[in-house]
T-cell receptor, first 115, second 110 residues
Framework: GAVVSQHPSRVICKSGTSVKIECRSL??????MFWYRQFPKQSLMLMAT?????????EQGVEKDKFLINHASLTLSTLTVTSAHPEDSSFYIC???????????FGEGSWLTVV | DAKTTQPTSMDCAEGRAANLPCNHS???????VYWYRQIHSQGPQYIIH???NNETNEMASLIITEDRKSSTLILPHATLRDTAVYYC???????????FGKGTLLTVNP
């Protein structure tokens, strides 16, 4: 069964509004979670690393004020896309390591469409 | 940048073994080789990983060369549901980020 759960799986929002995506680890505590974005027919691109109790680390070119990450507990990280625009429409995926630290599992992904 | 090189696409007949190659010539001593696959519109699915020994689980086998510069993922009896993009990734040590390349589109044909 799934060990990482994302919600919502699909969301449509109006341009200029904000959308929150949740990522939960179901079977273990996750001190670190990773957020990826995937555009159609492209590979996954790492956006940021979410660390429980501290600030997220963003990859080069990713606007931290636009993609707000909160990792307030060991089982939940959230990604908020603020002031969304149509170009933010994408497949957003989270992942986390299991307790051994050697295996990374991914959520089911969240499709965001900004209209 | 991805540290691996994979063929863009491969075909396999249903019921036959699918052997997916991956080159990772710059792999460092503490880095693992991971394999994931992604079926359209879904999150990546973990398949298997290894450090230097060959590994086998219920999904696949992973063969890593002695110099660790390449590996092969083997799906012993491919089914139509194994059609997906397969990603070979190296990661480990203090950096557990997974950097995805373009992967291999495996098409299993009836």
């Amino acid at each position: 069964g799934a060990v990482v759960s994302q919600h919502p799986s699909r969301v449509i929002c109006k341009s200029g509004t904000s959308v929150k995506i949740e990522c939960r680890s179901l079977d273990f505590q996750a001190t670190t979670m990773f957020w990826y974005r995937q555009f159609p027919k492209q590979s996954l691109m790492l956006m940021a690393t979410s660390n429980e109790g501290s600030k997220a680390t963003y990859e080069q070119g990713v606007e931290k004020d636009k993609f707000l990450i909160n990792h307030a507990s060991l089982t939940l990280s959230t990604l908020t896309v603020t002031s969304a625009h149509p170009e933010d429409s994408s497949f957003y995926i989270c992942s986390t390591r299991d307790n051994s630290g050697n295996t990374i599992y991914f959520g089911e992904g969240s499709w965001l469409t900004v209209v | 940048d991805a540290k691996t090189t994979q063929p863009t696409s491969m075909d396999c007949a249903e019921g036959r073994a699918a052997n997916l190659p991956c080159n990772h010539s710059t792999i460092s001593g503490n880095e693992y080789v991971y394999w994931y696959r992604q079926i359209h519109s879904q999150g990546p699915q973990y398949i298997i990983h290894g450090l230097k020994n060959n590994e086998t689980n219920e999904m696949a086998s992973l063969i890593i060369t002695e110099d660790r510069k390449s590996s092969t993922l083997i799906l012993p009896h491919a089914t139509l549901r194994d059609t997906a993009v397969y990603y070979c990734i190296v990661s480990g040590g203090s950096n557990y980020k997974l950097t995805f390349g373009k992967g291999t589109l495996l098409t299993v044909n009836p």
